[in-house]
Every structure is written in structure tokens, then in C-alpha cells.
């Protein structure tokens, strides 16, 4: 008797199982149809609001999660450089965007990067639409893209950080000489100064001058495009960094790199009234850059002729590679295909 028992629970057990997994599967395929229909809808009279924070990836995520809808938030990606610059372009001749709100965080994008966002904002302004910038800290990197803005806000308690630019070189030599260890280098050139480290106890007269060469250019520039910006010369710029004239961040305000110390709720007011918003118990109307990616017609297949992109990001390695490294195989089969794909005209 306690067979059959046993039997018939077994049975029951492995059809129980069988109608579990079946609900499992209706429920994911429901969660990829809604995230996979669904789009986020730009509000009317919105500002787009651009956090600036953290990496800017070079190249969009393929986020497995994203037909999850909400339920993929959790596992999201930042929006790429491409996504971004696309996204501000066509915020340029969208009705519904009234303007841009950057919230300027700790950024970790590279120099390059920065430019190229810098630039699209730049065209962006030639809407006539307004660019704002807030942070609670500011430093050169960050405020290198919050300068391009209309109007650039900083907290009344917050931080402003600008020195100027410096180069920082190791040298082991010492260390090595009480440890009796001798390098053997083969040096060819002057310039060639990437093994200087283990056998000197200083910077090379040739290595000074193209380290200070390239800072120079690179510090020159950087100056000159924020004095653009801010109506300034370039030599005010630099005299600013260099003499550290920016101590608090009344100093910001007073040498005009800011134009005013404030708190959130002042940002709140001032986007009230470029979007309209008569109601001031509510928040400020923003659409945020993630929404409006997703919410964006990426349909822009006019043309049997195309240029395929081919993404090269970080060191090349063998296989398949990753988002921080070039695999040789992917790559090389990505050029292959465009090449003989007929539809391809050139590759970037």
C-alpha cells in the first residue's frame, strides 16, 4: 500500500512540476512582449536630463535583460557615447524637449569622450534651446563639459576644484640599487624614454620637454575652449588654475566660472519656467536620457548603401575579445563581412 502512495505522490509531484514550469515560461514570454513593445514616452515640455556620472561606455550595451521591461532596470548598462551624442541630436529638433538639465557627477570618461559630448552640446545651443549644468562638485574634467552651458550652477556648500594640469613619473633606480638589481636596457632614440624609470633617478632633459610639450598643447587648448565658453581669454584661464585662485565656491561666482551658488530647489524653479510648469507643488518636468533612448525611432534605413561601424575598444588580445578588449578573431570577422557584405561602402 505504501507503494502505490509513494507512486501516486511521484506523479503528482512531476505533473505539479510540469504546470509550474509552464506558468514560468507564460510569465517570461508576457515580461518580453511588454518590454519588448513598450517605449518610453517623451513628456511634453520636458527637459532632457543628462546624468553625468561614472563611465560613458564607447559602444551600446546588448542588455539581455532590457525585454525584461522594468524588471531589467536592476541589471541596465549607462547609456554609450553613440546613444548620447544621438540622443542630443535629435533632443536639437524635438518640440517636446525644451531644453537640456546636465546633473554633473564624479565623471570617469576619458578626455576624448568629453569632447565629443562637449561638441554635440555645442551644436545643440544652435537650437536656441537652453543648456543648464548643476553639481554639487566640480572638477576639471566635469566642469570642462558643464562649461559649454548657458548658465552653470553650483551648490552653495559645494566644491570647486581647479589647479591646472601636471604630470606625475616613477623612478626606480634607488630602490633597485639597494636591492642590487641592475636592468639591462637597449634604448634607441632620445625620446624613447618609457624605460627611463628603471634606470634613472629623474626625468631625461628629451622626456621633459615632450612630456611639457604635450601638457602644454593639451592644457592650451583646454583653457582657450573654456574662456570661449565663459567669455574669458584663455591667459585669464590659466592664470586662474595656476595661481589656485578658486579656494571656495564664492570664488567660482566672483572669477565668473560659475554664474550662481544655489541649492536644488533653485534648479527646480528655474526649469518650471523654461517648460511652463504652473503647478510648483509638482516636480520639475524631465525626461530623462534613458528614456529617451529607448523611446527614440532608431529606424534610420534609408539607403541600400551603408557604412558599417566597427567598434575597436581597449587592448588587442586573441578570441573573441570583450567590452574592454579587441579580440583579433571578432574583429577581423566583423571587417570580413563588411567586405564582402555588397550593401557596405566603406567602414569606420
Known amino acids: 500500500m505504501s507503494f502505490f502512495k509513494a507512486l501516486l505522490a511521484s506523479i503528482l509531484g512531476f505533473f505539479l512540476s510540469i504546470f509550474l514550469i509552464f506558468v514560468l515560461f507564460i510569465a517570461i514570454g508576457l515580461a518580453f512582449a511588454s518590454g ?24 551600446p550595451d546588448n542588455n539581455p535583460f532590457e525585454a525584461f521591461g522594468s524588471l531589467g532596470d536592476e541589471f541596465s548598462s549607462p547609456v554609450s557615447l553613440k546613444e548620447m551624442l544621438e540622443a542630443i541630436h535629435h533632443a536639437k529638433t524635438d518640440d517636446k524637449i525644451k531644453g537640456i538639465y546636465m546633473e554633473m557627477g564624479m565623471l570617469n570618461a ?94 631625461s632633459e628629451a622626456n621633459r620637454e615632450q612630456v611639457s610639450s604635450y601638457i602644454n598643447s593639451i592644457a592650451a587648448d583646454f583653457y582657450n575652449k573654456i574662456g570661449q565658453a565663459r567669455k574669458l581669454s584663455g591667459e585669464d584661464v590659466a592664470k586662474i588654475a595656476s595661481e589656485a585662485y578658486i579656494r571656495f565656491p564664492k570664488d567660482a561666482v566672483r572669477y565668473k566660472l560659475v554664474d550662481r551658488l544655489c541649492y536644488y530647489d533653485h ?48 587592448e588587442i588580445a586573441g578570441g573573441q575579445g570583450d567590452d574592454n578588449s579587441i579580440g583579433s578573431d571578432k574583429l577581423s570577422e566583423s571587417i570580413r563581412k563588411a567586405r564582402l557584405d555588397d550593401k557596405i561602402k566603406a567602414i569606420v
Do not use: C, W
Open 110 to 203: 576619458g578626455l576624448a569622450t568629453v569632447e565629443e559630448v562637449r561638441n554635440a552640446l555645442i551644436d545643440f545651443r544652435k537650437s536656441k534651446k537652453p543648456v543648464l549644468a548643476y553639481s554639487e562638485f566640480y572638477n576639471q574634467k566635469n566642469y570642462y563639459l558643464a562649461s559649454v552651458a548657458d548658465s552653470v550652477y553650483l551648490n552653495d556648500v559645494g566644491l570647486f576644484t581647479f589647479a591646472g594640469f601636471h604630470s606625475e613619473q616613477m623612478f626606480l633606480k634607488g630602490a633597485f640599487d639597494k636591492l642590487s638589481i641592475e636592468p639591462k636596457l637597449i634604448r634607441a632614440g632620445r625620446y624613447k624614454s618609457a624605460g627611463e624609470m628603471f634606470v634613472r633617478e629623474n626625468m
Open 36 to 59: 519588448s513593445k513598450s517605449k518610453s514616452v517623451v513628456t511634453d515640455s520636458s527637459m532632457l536630463k543628462i546624468e553625468l556620472s561614472g563611465e560613458i561606455p564607447e559602444k
Open 267 to 314: 534648479i527646480i524653479n528655474v526649469i518650471n519656467q523654461i517648460t511652463k510648469n504652473k503647478d510648483k507643488r509638482k516636480e520639475a518636468r524631465f525626461t530623462s536620457i534613458d528614456d529617451y533612448v529607448s523611446g527614440m525611432d532608431n529606424d534610420t534605413d534609408v539607403s541600400p548603401d551603408k557604412i558599417a561601424l566597427i567598434y575597436a575598444v581597449g
